[in-house]
């Protein structure tokens, strides 16, 4: 038997219940500082990472 969601969120276009809720919405997240005011925010750790997808030859 599942356990009922614990999640419940309210969109413009309705609500929706979940299990988990994920929100990856980048560096810059305002979900993060409206959800955890307090939060200092992301920290330049030194590091560049870059990411390519291609064709195989």
Known sequence: MLAPPSVRLTLKDGALEADVVVAADGVGSRLRA????????????????????????
């Open 34 to 57: 409206q959800l955890f005011p307090r939060h200092p925010g992301a920290v330049h750790s030194g590091s560049t990472v870059r990411h390519a997808i291609t064709e195989r030859p």
